[in-house]
């Protein structure tokens, strides 16, 4: 079946090293992806998305990239600091399942 | 500012009781959700709504009920049918179901059972 499936559950960095999350998706006419931040005792946040006619997509400090033919998908985070550790997930538009999300943790 | 508001934000159960946990969003938005989330799990789909007097069961729905009787409200509730309910529930809503771009999630309840 179809799925968006996140490869590592836990991820640990140093400060201000960069991070890289990774998902992975099935159904490839699927046209829209977003990334959500959870941290800890709060519902998931909107962080970035990005669109399959796009390969690459930059926030502040965020960058999505997209590869369609391995339908594979990454979160970098640059010069990861204490405030990016959480729980990211990934999501497909109109699917309603989440992965198990990749817990960052970032070490001073 | 609009928003998606969940409440209480802690809730305690005894063992038998039903409760019932809020969920209130003025996004006008026509889509609503339940998930339930466990230590270390992703999030599990309970209910969801499309429309005001509609909802499907999502993987979990047993030992939950729903009611969507206005647009901006989409109650929870827990009954004493849920052999395990201690868990974090997360209300989110949408534009629509299927062809939204991303969701709105509350801040979340956590539910213990004592």
Not at chain 1, 40 to 52: E, H, L, N, T, Y
Not at chain 2, 36 to 49: E, T
Not at chain 2, 82 to 87: D, H, R
Not at chain 2, 90 to 114: D, I, K, P
Request: glycine content about 10%; charged content about 20%.
């Amino acid at each position: 079946g179809e799925s968006v499936g996140l490869h590592l559950p836990t991820l640990s960095v140093q400060e201000g090293d960069n991070s890289i999350i990774n998902c992975a998706y099935s159904n490839s006419a699927s046209d829209y992806f977003i990334w959500y931040k959870q941290e800890s005792g709060k519902g998931p946040q909107f962080i970035i998305d990005i669109r399959s006619n796009m390969d690459k997509r930059q926030g502040q400090r965020v960058t999505v990239l997209l590869n369609k033919t391995v339908k594979h998908l990454s979160l970098q985070i640059a010069a990861t600091q204490p405030g990016d550790s959480a729980v990211y997930f990934c999501a497909e538009r109109g699917k309603l399942i989440f992965g198990q999300g990749t817990e960052l943790s970032v070490k001073p | 500012d609009g928003g998606i508001t969940q409440s209480p934000k802690y809730l305690f159960r005894k063992e038998g009781q039903n409760v019932t946990l809020s969920c209130e969003q003025n996004l006008n938005h026509d889509a609503m959700y339940w998930y339930r989330q466990d230590p270390g799990q992703g999030l599990r789909l309970i209910y969801y709504s499309q429309i005001v007097n509609d909802f499907q069961k999502g993987d979990i729905a047993e030992g939950y009920s729903v009611s969507r009787e206005k647009k901006e409200s989409f109650p929870l509730t827990v009954t004493s049918a849920q052999k395990n309910p201690t868990a974090f529930y997360l209300c989110a809503s949408s534009t629509y179901v299927r062809t939204n771009y991303g969701y709105t999630f509350g801040s979340g309840t956590r539910l213990t059972v004592v």
